[in-house]
């Protein structure tokens, strides 16, 4: 591993030592400036015959590859020039990045990112992260001794089963993990040096990509059991004695494993899940924001959840949390939260999963509403008898939401907060001009996958994209700047708290319940800020003044631009 050298020159610039000179240097995605090297470091490194003549500024040489990712019109190959950027120049790919956040957003993340996943091995360059696979047993250390860098602050880390809603996509999996941390770096301003992208590559059971001889994973039905979650603990232990300041992001785990790995990991090192608390923060600062546009208070309000699994049960749990803390408790709280699964309404019985427990209706409280409990009940009957004031869609089933059913809803309450966010776009439950119409305009929509303003009723409405990138990068920058021990539900509580008070009166006047993507850099430095008051606060970090805390979270941020590179003794 590499240690990244930087330090700050007489003149405020970073200032960082390079090992590698030449055609080395030039082929090192972290080092390299391409044509912007100037003269004295082409004298210096050795470079003097292998660049053209001229010198490019940094602005000059975004422009030019600007110009050439949008000059293709398929979304997958911007998507394959951004990744081919990342691979050349980090710090340009960054720059190019942060500058068009709200364009590009939609293609390192969701819902590219989805497609990118599906032609993995057909679109594949260059590896990029740690892969761990079962062949790996008893010498996991010594492959993420393989990480370029050494001092890995942030790793997020898939096993490939459930990304996106596009269920278990083998080896492919790994552009989620490197496109989540772009996003750390371009929104919360980590250095790429500090993270570290790893597929725990333990198989497969998509049969098409097994008979796929193309395919780049490891060739062999998925490993479960007893031997999975050795593997899982050897990976972890690893992590904690290599990179003991490293946070761990746990992405797109199937639902069991997701809170079982969570459970038993997040006391030993600091981890979270953002499937599950990422999206739950988000949602909840959604419904936070659609009271504040509908004038309900948070304990007034009925939430109906499509979909108990991974990303239900983490919105289901963190706003049932927020309630207890406001005061909501037995019969109230059931009744200000349901959620429903392909069987109907989610009951409180023996044999509910272990991850749902606690979460399900009493029987007796079903019939009462007006439902018979057990036997087969549909969304628009549930909707009929509990009356939500805000339903969300985190069921993967598209169209779910069908025009009956939100009229039904839009019949009780004057403005129906409705939150299709199932990913990518083909699986949204309804798209949010249909939710507009079949409720003249009234519905507050946010949607998880970006959609484009709806014209409705001689005005424009603005669709907020409920997306985890107001939530995961902030909390990841807190947890760090804070050194926090563990991530608790409170943090991501005061993340949603503080990112519904940063949707503004103008964002809601325009019928949007989250800020514009174009804002994410501001919104995750406050997010963040919260983060880091919320963990002093509990006393699980380092002590810090509250007037620190925005310095503190500052001097983490990474500008793109380059450094002065100096030659390393060995150079
Ligand atoms: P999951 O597989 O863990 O859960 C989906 C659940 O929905 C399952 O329990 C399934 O039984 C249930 N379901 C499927 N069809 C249904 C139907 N017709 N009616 C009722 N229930 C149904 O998946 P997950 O990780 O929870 O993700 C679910 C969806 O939410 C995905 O599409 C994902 O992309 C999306 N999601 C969006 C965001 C976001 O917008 N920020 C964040 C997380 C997840």
Redesign the pocket.
């Known amino acids: 591993m590499e240690r990244y050298e930087s330090r700050v020159g007489p003149d405020g610039r970073a200032v960082v030592r390079v090992p590698w000179r030449g055609p080395a240097l030039l082929a090192h995605s972290m080092y390299n400036k391409s044509t912007a090297f100037t003269r004295e470091e082409r004298e210096t490194f050795g470079l003097n015959g292998l660049l053209p003549s001229a010198v490019s500024t940094m602005e000059q040489q975004a422009r030019r590859v600007y110009g050439n990712i949008v000059r293709k019109t398929d979304a997958l190959e911007r998507y394959i020039g951004l990744a081919a950027l990342h691979d050349r120049n980090e710090i340009l790919f960054f720059r190019v990045l942060a500058d068009h956040l709200e364009e590009f957003l939609p293609i390192v993340y ?1 819902p590219t990112v989805g497609r990118a996943c599906q032609e993995y091995s057909r679109i594949f360059r260059r590896a990029h992260g740690l892969w761990i696979t079962p062949e790996h047993r008893g010498r996991v250390r010594e492959v993420l001794a393989d990480a370029p860098f050494e001092d890995v602050r942030l790793i997020v880390v898939t096993d490939n089963e ?1 990304i ?2 596009l269920g278990d996509q083998g080896a492919g999996g790994m552009a989620i993990p490197v496109g989540k941390l772009a996003l750390y770096t371009a929104a919360a301003g980590i250095h790429p040096a500090h993270t570290l992208p790893i597929s725990l590559d333990v198989g497969t059971d998509n049969q098409a990509l097994l008979d796929d001889d193309l395919y780049l994973g490891w060739r062999h039905p998925r490993l479960r059991g007893d031997a999975y979650d050795a593997l899982v603990d050897e990976f972890v232990e690893g992590v904690r004695s290599l990179f003991p300041r490293a946070l761990l992001q746990w992405e ?1 785990f ?2 069991g494993n ?1 809170v079982a790995l969570l459970e038993r990991h997040r006391d030993r090192l600091p981890s979270f899940n953002d ?1 599950m608390q ?2 739950a923060a ?2 909840a600062a959604g419904v936070l924001a659609s009271g504040r546009a509908s004038g309900t208070a948070p304990p007034d309000q009925r939430v109906v959840i ?9 919105i289901a749990r963190l706003l049932q949390s927020a309630l207890r803390a406001a005061g909501v408790e037995g019969e109230a709280l059931f009744r200000a939260l349901a959620l ?3 069987q109907g309404l989610l009951l409180e019985e023996p044999a509910i999963e272990p991850f749902r427990r606690g979460l399900g209706w009493p029987a007796e409280l079903a019939r009462q509403a007006g439902l018979r409990p057990g036997g087969p009940q549909d ?1 628009l009957a549930i909707v009929r008898a509990l009356r939500p004031t805000v339903l969300i ?5 598209a169209g ?1 939401f069908r025009e009956e059913v939100v009229r039904a809803m839009a019949e009780a309450v004057e403005r129906p907060a409705i939150f299709p ?4 776009t083909s ?1 949204a439950e309804a798209t949010p001009g249909d939710l507009l119409r079949w409720t003249d305009g009234r519905a507050l929509v946010a ?3 970006p959609f484009d303003p709806v014209s409705i009723g001689g005005r424009t409405v603005r669709i907020g ?4 990138a107001f939530i995961f990068p902030g909390v990841g920058l807190g947890t760090l700047v804070a050194e926090a021990r563990t991530v608790t539900d409170g943090m991501f509580a005061a993340a949603a708290a503080r990112l519904a008070e940063l949707v503004s009166a103008e964002d809601l006047a325009a019928g949007s319940l989250f800020p514009p993507v174009s804002q994410l850099r501001r919104v995750t430095t406050q997010v963040a800020e919260a983060v880091v008051r919320q963990v002093l606060s509990q006393g699980n970090g380092r002590a810090l003044r509250d007037d620190e805390v925005a310095p503190a979270v500052a001097a983490m941020q990474w500008e793109p631009a380059y450094p002065v590179l100096e030659p390393a003794g060995n150079a």
Request: glycine fraction near 22%; aromatic fraction near 0%; charged fraction near 10%.
């Open positions: 969701t459930s996106l809603g797109d199937r639902k997701a499937d990422g999206t988000m949602a499509l979909g108990a699994g991974a990303a239900g049960v983490g429903v699964d392909i969304l869609g985190v069921s993967g089933a779910a966010l199932s990913n990518p699986q949607a998880g996958s994209q409920g997306n985890n």
